[in-house]
Structure formats: structure tokens, C-alpha cells
């Protein structure tokens, strides 16, 4: 068999392999540009497009939620694709350059659409989707690449704060211009696609690629091998099978939400304050929690962030959800996704071998969001079976459950750690 | 970079220059994109303003003529006026004073009130005025209001956008229809749902949300896990008609309140409207081009059918009275994204009745007995 390239290091990490192994490589820095630009012009969109569907494209509500349903299922079949292209090509550079590309393209129509009655606009939000499902697996791979594996979390855990504080951005830039100059829906789209457009340049000019050697006997690799090596890889199936289950007892956070405003008697004018405040937790916290999992391990850090929910589960049960409990849920939600969202990257990063990097962290994430989907489903039979109390204390009991069992899946014994 | 990696090169810092050109570049013709975009919408509304203008002098003019004893146009009201033979609506004339509650006088003009909201509802001398506040997350505000001295008590919700309001005949609840978008960072487990939140007015507490409904039925579609509510009718203080979805096609749903239970009606359609005395049933049926009739079931005879109105409608009705029924339809070129128009029209129930228009730019009549 082909030695393992896993413990080869994708960049040499010079005399001191640990701490201080450089975490800020220019591909780094060029991704989370491009993140950032590409999140401020693609929340600008999200933000709007209930309101440019239903008002301005006269959408019924049955109309907009197949939308919804459209709009999530594109988007893990292109997960995949854009996993196993990249691999296969290693081309991980060009595969998540051309998913920003497509992305931003999209705007173009988009304007077209706002400006002429006939151009429909939901086959262009869809693009947008595909393009993003391609690039995202492809992106987090050549973060991994291109950092020493004792910093991977830290940083997924700078990445992921740039992202989110252009989807911080975004929709306020596009509040900003339809409060000056109501229903110009074109203006917003135009402006989205000037800072995709940014977002593009920066990673076609600045991201390189990584490409790694592989058994060059063997030809170019088909996907088929590249699922083969992915699934052979022992500790894959531990922790597919550790974050499917901790997903299915994860309740979204739009669900959060909808209990928060449901239950208490909060003014409306905090709850975009709440939901910004999440948002500010997980940016403020993406790196800490990095470095963190760097220094202690990515999986620990993972489970302590799924041991949050169970916290959050209980103070949904027992308390009337004022403005302290609600702070409390929202600030533990912003640490959840810092303690998990690109930790998880950065844990498959350092399992599954550079050849099949992308395709790896894909079927991860799809793995997840599928949990997610199915806990959806889940959450909502509970809750209106059981009602409010009974259901999150159930949820909180079955996270508890799950955490223990995953923290036997993940131990080294099942899932090996080549750090 | 703060590490010690090899100054910058010139090949770097040739590409910082040509994005910092590009981006200049961008950065300009955005900015001229987005002032262009703002006069554009100042002058298409002003003109739109002009236009709804010389509607309304030409509807006034006309209801003059027919009605001989017009009554003076009263100052300025300073709460809710809603005399009988007043028509509460909101003001639906494109600039300033879009989205104001108005008061519609008999002879057909109307005075504008300094309160704006996209829905109102008055029974018994209790109103409800919903109305949607602007901000990086839609939420909207259900204003309870007493029609002489209004007495404001203010309940939230977030990520909803309001559509339909109702008080029930004695003034003691009030049922808000919102539709709600979720907000997520991740892809999937985004949820689009309606809400139906009804009120206790008198304590302005939530009592009851539709989840907590259930249905007295063994047909199979009633398992449906993620039904859909809206549009709900009051018959008196505890029973009440309601659109339900089960995944198939909306379906009117009888109910009462005391115990949050449900039995299907039989009849398809949505946005059910009981006349005052209880024994008429108005709701939408869709077509199949998509658009809507109106029709009206005798709830006694179980008789069936469409009235008068052939242009699609989109609306939950009013009754202004036990024959004739209120409802809010767009004008040509009035369905736009920015203050979007809408004329209220009335049609007497009985088959063949021709639709005749109530008062031009506004929407939501609500009838005060």
C-alpha cells in the first residue's frame, strides 16, 4: 500500500513544528478576504430575497417555500461534486474559485431580474446555491493545506471569523440602501455583485493552489478510489457517525429563534439585537476557540461546544426566556458555532489524507446537514406531541446521551489521531 | 503578516495594485448605480402620487353626487374615530402618507389618522392595528387599541411579516396571521412558516398559538407534522373558522378556542369570512390559473357559490354588512414592490351581483359596529 501522506506536514513547518508554526500563510488570508466580500454580497441577497420574492415578484408563501426546500436540496449533492472534482484535479483553488465565481455571476441576473418583469429570478438564486456548494468543501481543503496541522484550528477559527463578520455586514449594507431608496431591489443586487466581484478577484489573484503528490502509477484518481481511500481511512466512519448523531439532536437555530420570540415578552426592537449578538459571540470566539483546540485537541473543543446545546436546552425548558435567559441562549449559540463549525473542519483535515482532503471534509458536512434536517423533523413532532418543556428536556437528555457516546466514538481507540 | 516570512514581493504588491485599481473602480460605479437607483424611485413615486391624487377627487366628486347629505369632513380625529357608517381602512395613496389608518365617511372621502399599519381590525369598540417596523430582521408590531380613547398596548414577534388580523365579535381576542422567514447561518434548516397568534386583548397576552391545535379527524393528511395556519374568522368568543394546510390544498377548518381543537369543514379554499350574523361563510377558492374567486357558503342550506367579482382576489373579506362583502384589489399597475396600491371594492353576495367601488388607495376596510 501507498505510505500514508497524512503525517507529512502540507507545509514545512520549519524548526518549530508547534506553537509557532505560521497560522497566517497568504492563502489564509486570501480565502478569508474572499469570504468576507463573498458573505457581505451574499447575505446582502439573503436578507432580501424574502421580501424581493413576495413583494416585488408577487411569490405566493407556498411559492417561497418551495424555494426553501429547492434551495436546501442543491446544495449537498454540489458539496460533494465540488469535494471530488477538486481531488481528483487538485484543483482546489480553481474548483472553490470558479463556486465564488458562479456565485457572483448570479448578481448580474439578479439585477436583470429586478429590472425586467419576465426574468425569472429563482433559477439564478439557485445558481447561487450550486456555487456555493461547490466551493465550499474545496476552500476549507486548501485552508488545511496550506497550514501547519498543530494550527488547522485556529485557522479554520480565523476564517470563520471573517466570514461571519461579512454576514454581519451584509445585511446592513442592504437594509441601508432600500431604507434610502425603497424598493430598488436592482441598487441592492448591484452592490452584492460589486463585492462579490472584490471576493473574486482576491482568491483568481492571491490563493494558490496546493497541489500534493500522489501514487502517480496509479493515473489519475476516479472518484470511486477517492471514496474507497475516504471510507478505508479508519476513523472516517467514528466520526461520521459521532457528528450524524450529535446533528440529529441539534436544533436549528432558526427553530431557536422562533422559541425565543414565541415565548417571551421582548420587545421587538431586540430581537435583531439578539440575532446580531450571536453572530458578534461566534466571531469574538472563532479564533480563541481555535487555538483552544490546537493546543488541547479538536475534539474535545467539538464536544464541549455540543455539550453547550444541552445548557441552552435546558434554560429554553425551565425559564420564561426574558432578556437575561435569551442573552444567555444566544451568547452559548455564538459559542456552539465557534466551538464546532470550523473545528469539525479542521478535525476531518487532520484524518483523511490530502489526496482526498476536500471530498472528506464534504462528506462530513453533508453528513451534518442532513442530521440537521432529519432533527428538524424530530424537534417538530416533539414539540407539538409533548410541548415546549417536555421536548427540550428530552433533546437536552438525548444530547447528553449522544455527547457520552460520542466521546467513545472519538476517542483514539476509534477514530486515530495523527496529530 | 506579523510572521517572518519574506517581505512582501513585487509580483504581490503589482496585484495589491491592480485589485485596490479594480475595486476603485467598482466602488465608483456602484455609488453612481445607487444615487441613479435613488432619484429614479423619488420621481417614479412622486408620479404615482399625482396619479392616486386625481383618482380619489374623481371618486369623492362622484359619491358627493349620489350621497345628498354628505356629512362635513370632521378636523382631524385625534384617537380612532369609527362611527357607525365609518369604515376604518389604511390609506393606501403612494407617498407620505402611505400606510396611515384612515377613516372612511360615508359621502367617501376620508380622514388620515397618525398611526400606520398594514392590517386593522375592530369589533366592539377594540381594535388592532398591526404594523411592520423596518430593520435588518422583519418584525412587525400588534398595537391593541380602544376606539375612543386608544389605550396602546404593544406585543412583538420577530422574522414575520404580518398578513391578516382579527378581532373576535365581542371584542375579547384578537388573531394575527404572520408569515415567518427563518434566519439561519446554515444552509439547511431554514424554516418558512405562517403563525397564528391569538391574543387575549383585555390582559395583551398570547394565549394560544396554533401548534397547540388539534384535530378531531382520522383521515390520514390530519398526521401531517408541520401543518400550516392562517387567516382565522371569529364566530363569537370561543368558535371560529381558519384556513389549514396538510400538504395537499388549503382546506377551511371549524374550531373553538376553549379546547384548541379543529374538524375539517369538507370545503377547500382559504381565508374564510363569517357575516355578523353568523350565517354566511365567504372564502377563496383557487382557480387554475392560480389567481382566486371569491365564493360564499350558506351555512345552513350548505349551499355553494361564487359571487359576483371575476378578477382575482387576494384577501381575507369584510362584511359591511350581511349581504355585502368588502375586499382590497390592485389597480392596473398597482402591484409594486414599492407601496404597492390597492382599491377596496364591495359585492353584494348574490350570484351575479357586479362589484362597485368603495373607496380608490385604500386596503383592509375594517366595518365598525
Known amino acids: 500500500m501507498y505510505p500514508s501522506v497524512r503525517s507529512i506536514p502540507p507545509i514545512p513547518a520549519g524548526d518549530n513544528p508547534n506553537r ?153 449594507i442592504a437594509f441601508l440602501v432600500l431604507a434610502s431608496a425603497p424598493g430598488a431591489f436592482d441598487a441592492v443586487f448591484v452592490i452584492s455583485a460589486i463585492f462579490g466581484a472584490v471576493g473574486v478577484a482576491v482568491i483568481w489573484m492571491f490563493a494558490q493552489e496546493k497541489p500534493q503528490k500522489r501514487d502517480e502509477s496509479a493515473g489519475a484518481q476516479r472518484v470511486t478510489d477517492q471514496w474507497r481511500e475516504i471510507a478505508k481511512t479508519k476513523g472516517v466512519g467514528a466520526i461520521a457517525a459521532a457528528v450524524g448523531l450529535l446533528s440529529l439532536v441539534t436544533v436549528g437555530d432558526a427553530f431557536i429563534y422562533l422559541v425565543i420570540q414565541q415565548t417571551s415578552n421582548l420587545s421587538a426592537k431586540y430581537f435583531p439585537l439578539l440575532f446580531v449578538g450571536t453572530a458578534l459571540i461566534y466571531l469574538l470566539l472563532a479564533m480563541p476557540f481555535g487555538r483552544l483546540a490546537d493546543r488541547i485537541g479538536t475534539r474535545p473543543v467539538f464536544l464541549a461546544g455540543n455539550a453547550l446545546l444541552i445548557i441552552i436546552y435546558l434554560v429554553m425548558a425551565f425559564s420564561s426566556l426574558g432578556l437575561a435567559a435569551s442573552l444567555l441562549c444566544l451568547a452559548l449559540l455564538g459559542a456552539y458555532y465557534a466551538a464546532t463549525d470550523g473545528v469539525v473542519s479542521a478535525m476531518v483535515s487532520q484524518l483523511v489524507g490530502v489526496n482526498v482532503r476536500a471530498s472528506g471534509i464534504a462528506f462530513i458536512t453533508v453528513v451534518i446537514a442532513l442530521g440537521k434536517m432529519f432533527s428538524a423533523i424530530i424537534f417538530a413532532t416533539l414539540f407539538e406531541t409533548i410541548g415546549k418543556t417536555s421536548a427540550m428536556v428530552a433533546l437536552a437528555t438525548a444530547m447528553l446521551t449522544v455527547v457520552t457516546m460520542s466521546t467513545w466514538l472519538l476517542s483514539p481507540r476509534n477514530a486515530p489521531n495523527y496529530d | 503578516m506579523t510572521d517572518d516570512a519574506q517581505p512582501m514581493s513585487d509580483e504581490t504588491r503589482r496585484k495589491l495594485f491592480v485589485l485596490g485599481g479594480l475595486a476603485a473602480v467598482l466602488v465608483v460605479l456602484g455609488a453612481g448605480y445607487f444615487i441613479w437607483a435613488q432619484g429614479r424611485v423619488s420621481d417614479d413615486l412622486a ?214 381543537t379543529l374538524e375539517p369543514t369538507g370545503w377547500v379554499g382559504s381565508c374564510p369570512s363569517l357575516s355578523p350574523d353568523g350565517k354566511t361563510l365567504v372564502f377563496k377558492e383557487m382557480r387554475a390559473d392560480g389567481g382566486f374567486d371569491l365564493v360564499a357558503v350558506d351555512l345552513e342550506t350548505d349551499d355553494k357559490w361564487r359571487l359576483g367579482e371575476t378578477r382575482s382576489v387576494d384577501d381575507q373579506v369584510e362584511w359591511l354588512d350581511n349581504d355585502t362583502v368588502l375586499y382590497a384589489l390592485h389597480p392596473d399597475g398597482g402591484d409594486t414592490a414599492v407601496q404597492p396600491e390597492f382599491d377596496i371594492w364591495m359585492v353584494d353576495i348574490a350570484e351575479g351581483s357586479e362589484p362597485v367601488l368603495f373607496l380608490p388607495n385604500a386596503n383592509s376596510p375594517a366595518v365598525a359596529r
Not at chain 2, 377627487?57 to 350621497?67: A, G, M, Y
Not at chain 2, 367617501?108 to 398594514?118: F, H, N, Y
Open chain 1, 20 to 172: 509557532r508554526a505560521k497560522v497566517l500563510s497568504q492563502n489564509l488570508l486570501a480565502l478569508g478576504f474572499t469570504s468576507f466580500f463573498s458573505d457581505v454580497s451574499s447575505e446582502m441577497v439573503v436578507a432580501i430575497v424574502p421580501l424581493f420574492l413576495t413583494t416585488s415578484l408577487g411569490f405566493s408563501l407556498f411559492g417561497f417555500a418551495a424555494y426553501e426546500a429547492a434551495y436546501q436540496g442543491t446544495n449537498a449533492v454540489f458539496r460533494i461534486w465540488g469535494g471530488s472534482i477538486a481531488d481528483s484535479r487538485q484543483s482546489h483553488k480553481r474548483t472553490a474559485a470558479t463556486g465564488y465565481s458562479i456565485s457572483a455571476a448570479t448578481r448580474v441576473g439578479l439585477v436583470a431580474s429586478a429590472l425586467v418583469g419576465w426574468i425569472p429570478a429563482v433559477p439564478f438564486l439557485l445558481a447561487d446555491r450550486i456555487g456555493k456548494g461547490l466551493r465550499t468543501a474545496p476552500r476549507d481543503a486548501l485552508i488545511s493545506l496550506s497550514t501547519a496541522p498543530s494550527r488547522l484550528a485556529m485557522a479554520f477559527g480565523i476564517h470563520r471569523a471573517m466570514d461571519t463578520a461579512g454576514a454581519l455586514l451584509g445585511p446592513l
Open chain 2, 47 to 260: 408620479d404615482r402620487n399625482e396619479r392616486a391624487q386625481a383618482t380619489i377627487d374623481e371618486f369623492e366628486d362622484v359619491q358627493r353626487e349620489s350621497t345628498p347629505e354628505a356629512t362635513p369632513v370632521a378636523a382631524v380625529v385625534a384617537g380612532v374615530s369609527a362611527a357607525p357608517g365609518e369604515v376604518l381602512v389604511i390609506n393606501r395613496v403612494p407617498g407620505d402618507d402611505y400606510g396611515k389608518l384612515a377613516v372612511r365617511h360615508a359621502d367617501g372621502t376620508r380622514t388620515l389618522l397618525e398611526r400606520e399599519c398594514v392590517r386593522v381590525h375592530i369589533a366592539a369598540e377594540h381594535g388592532v392595528c398591526v404594523s411592520q417596523n423596518d430593520g435588518i430582521v422583519a418584525t412587525f408590531t400588534t398595537t391593541f387599541f380602544e376606539s375612543i380613547n386608544p389605550q396602546v398596548e404593544i406585543k412583538s414577534y420577530a422574522s414575520a411579516l404580518p398578513s391578516r388580523a382579527r378581532i373576535s365579535p365581542e371584542g375579547t381576542f384578537s388573531a394575527v396571521t404572520a408569515f415567518v422567514t427563518g434566519s439561519s447561518y446554515e444552509d439547511i434548516g431554514a424554516e418558512t412558516t405562517t403563525i397564528v397568534t391569538i391574543d387575549q386583548i383585555e390582559s395583551t397576552r398570547r394565549i394560544r398559538g396554533t401548534g397547540q391545535l388539534t384535530i378531531n379527524s382520522d383521515e390520514d393528511r390530519f398526521k401531517n407534522l408541520d401543518p400550516q395556519y392562517w387567516g382565522i374568522t371569529f364566530a363569537d368568543e370561543n368558535e371560529f373558522y381558519i384556513t389549514g394546510f396538510y400538504g395537499e390544498e388549503p382546506e377551511v377548518m371549524r374550531g373553538w378556542l376553549d379546547d384548541m
